[in-house]
């Protein structure tokens, strides 16, 4: 059943991307998404940024039908049909000291809420975010209010810098006990094969077209495997993504055609 959740503040992180915030506890867990609905248009999963049992943050860009008419037709006070969560979530053994977080552009959203949780359990967190430009990058000072160290590469030492680049050399400096990360695939490709590399454990978010987001209507399985994103995703260990043929060249529309991953 989809809650009728009313948007209580919108923050405006760049002139695509708008944060919605809800005075409601959906009882998510870092890494878990939720469908969210806009009567008469679509219904879209999104990844939930922030869970407290004050506030839950939904990040969305502005880069489809359902999410454009979002974008055009939704203020403050006015309401969204929200269900979930759903999906499996990160994992955060018992255990780990140092974890290092690599967001890809509008993949940050569901690592903002993990930092949150590995801080409160007392964890070194790293994060590095990667953005196509300076205005791109999210949530650059909530990470940093959590006591984060936060490598901006979009401005990495006074200079552009490649997220990939500076993960591999973080990854050189000392012990680490698993890696996370959401963004472009071919992104979370390097990202799994260089933590692989090093003898690191990494856990991935991937995206793919969902419609029921429980597991029932098949949309978003993955060719070969016949593994739900939505359900036994959307968080996947770096050993299960590597080994999927699909991951980091092609995803499918919602009409179940094949696109090659730019």
């Given at each position: 059943m989809h809650l009728p959740l009313k948007v209580h503040r919108i923050r405006e992180e760049n002139s695509t991307f708008r944060t919605y915030i809800f005075k409601h506890d959906l009882r998510a867990k870092p890494g878990q998404f939720a469908m969210v609905w806009l009567p008469g248009v679509d219904e879209v999963p999104m990844s939930v940024g922030w869970q407290d049992k004050d506030e839950m943050w939904i990040g969305i860009s502005k880069r489809g039908d359902c999410t454009t008419a979002i974008f055009d037709q939704i203020k403050i006070g006015d309401r969204l049909g929200v269900r979930g969560?759903?999906?499996?979530?990160?994992?955060?053994?018992?255990?780990?000291?140092?974890?290092?977080?690599?967001?890809?552009?509008?993949?940050?959203?569901?690592?903002?809420?993990?930092?949150?949780?590995?801080?409160?359990?007392?964890?070194?967190v790293v994060v590095i975010l990667g953005a196509r430009s300076p205005e791109h990058v999210?949530?650059?000072?909530?990470?940093?209010?959590?006591?984060?160290e936060v490598v901006n590469s979009a401005n990495h030492n006074g200079k552009k810098g490649h997220a990939i680049e500076i993960f591999?050399?973080?990854?050189?400096?000392?012990?680490?006990?698993?890696?996370?990360?959401?963004?472009?695939?071919?992104?979370?490709?390097?990202?799994?094969?260089i933590a692989q590399k090093n003898g690191v454990d990494s856990q991935l978010s991937l995206e793919r077209h969902m419609k029921c987001g429980f597991?029932?209507?098949?949309?978003?399985?993955?060719?070969g495997t016949g593994a739900r994103v939505c359900k036994d995703g959307p968080v996947f260990s770096g050993k299960q993504a590597l080994s999927l043929e699909e991951f980091g060249h092609y995803t499918r529309t919602g009409s179940g055609k094949r696109i090659a991953l730019e």
């Open positions: 969560p759903f999906g499996k979530p990160f994992e955060l053994k018992e255990g780990y000291k140092k974890i290092i977080l690599v967001g890809g552009g509008y993949g940050t959203p569901p690592l903002l809420f993990l930092a949150k949780e590995a801080r409160e359990k007392g964890m070194e999210l949530y650059e000072k909530e990470f940093a209010g959590l006591g984060c591999a050399e973080r990854m050189e400096d000392g012990k680490v006990d698993c890696v996370y990360t959401c963004g472009p695939e071919k992104m979370m490709v390097k990202v799994a094969e597991g029932i209507c098949g949309q978003c399985c993955i060719d």
